[in-house]
């Protein structure tokens, strides 16, 4: 009994904080595009209560990585005496800001509570999801969103489906120093919903991570050649929107050296949910 599920990669097609709170999080508006590129995943049922991860990636194999902490967590939660040996076939950077751990986390979830006959409902799933990070409920929900609060108000939009080219410069962004300096914008306007689409753009955390790691800058200059771009999450990937896929390949081929790149498609629904419907696990 084995289940293999897509985990998606998300942008943030723009990132305003708009100010900071009394818990030492910060208030923010994110508009969410769930791509059609990521991780994969697959899921081996036990009979006892043992999990293992395997990875192509050997740094992530430890028990501090958020696919074992989800399990662990459902486990505690519903009292599950089963495991699993998991296995993730890496492809997205870390620490790049496009919601690789997160999103991994959420599948870990979604297919665990399938194989071990859970029944717990999204909103059930998505309440666990937040204690792992606020981005994890985005992914259990599957929906590209607008965002509030820390990342957890979620509102589904239906966005347009585009063609992005991303990129990820040869440097790591620790999202902790980014929201603890004293340098970050922290007093953006909030919009509201009826307005966001009629509204500038912008990443509230670029400016700051463009000073701290200049090769970020850098390559937003290079991709601003082809096409307008910028930062999503905290970095250090960039990003920008293409008419077709030829123009995106035309700038791939062009890659800055040391950087890596991937052409995806803008998806409103993840493709695990399409996944999760088509196994015979999934009642």
Same mark, same amino acid.
């Given at each position: 009994?084995?289940?293999?599920? /897509?985990?998606?990669?998300?942008?943030?097609?723009?990132?305003? %904080?708009? +100010?900071?709170?009394?818990?030492?999080?910060?208030?923010? #508006?994110?508009?969410? #595009?769930?791509?059609?590129?990521?991780?994969?995943?697959?899921?081996?049922?036990?009979?006892?209560?043992?999990?293992?991860?395997?990875?192509?990636?050997?740094?992530?194999?430890?028990?501090?990585?958020?696919? %074992?902490?989800?399990?662990?967590?459902?486990?505690?939660?519903?009292?599950?005496?089963?495991?699993?040996? %998991? %296995?993730?076939?890496?492809?997205? /950077?870390?620490? +790049?800001?496009?919601?690789?751990?997160?999103?991994?986390?959420?599948?870990?979830?979604?297919?665990?509570?399938?194989?071990?006959?859970?029944?717990?409902?999204? /909103?059930q799933l998505a309440a666990l999801a937040l204690t792992l990070g606020a981005d994890v409920p985005l992914f259990v929900w599957g929906r590209s969103a607008f965002a509030e609060g820390i990342g957890e108000k979620l509102v589904a939009v239906d966005l347009p489906e585009k063609i992005y080219l991303v990129v990820t410069p040869p440097c790591h962004i620790s999202t902790a120093e980014i929201f603890q300096h004293p340098d970050l914008t922290r007093n953006s306007r909030a919009l509201s919903l009826d307005t966001l689409f009629n509204s500038p753009w912008r990443n509230d955390c670029q400016p700051l991570v463009e000073q701290l790691q200049p090769i970020v800058a850098i390559t937003l200059q290079w991709l601003v050649e082809y096409a307008p771009c910028r930062m999503t999450g905290t970095g250090a990937s960039v990003f920008a929107e293409f008419p077709d896929t030829a123009s995106a390949q035309h700038a791939l081929a062009n890659l800055p050296p040391n950087c890596r790149g991937f052409i995806a498609k803008g998806v409103n629904q993840s493709p695990v949910m399409a996944a999760l419907a088509d196994t015979e696990f999934y009642a």
């Open positions: 009994m084995t289940l293999s599920l /897509p985990a998606v990669a998300k942008l943030n097609l723009f990132l305003h %904080i708009t +100010g900071r709170r009394h818990d030492g999080y910060h208030n923010l #508006q994110t508009l969410f #595009q769930l791509l059609d590129v990521g991780d994969q995943l697959h899921f081996t049922l036990r009979h006892d209560n043992k999990l293992t991860l395997q990875c192509n990636d050997l740094s992530l194999q430890g028990a501090d990585n958020l696919i %074992i902490k989800a399990a662990v967590l459902l486990q505690q939660h519903t009292g599950c005496s089963r495991g699993c040996d %998991i %296995i993730l076939d890496k492809n997205l /950077p870390m620490g +790049g800001g496009l919601g690789g751990g997160s999103s991994d986390a959420a599948t870990t979830l979604l297919a665990l509570n399938v194989l071990w006959q859970l029944n717990l409902s999204t /909103p």
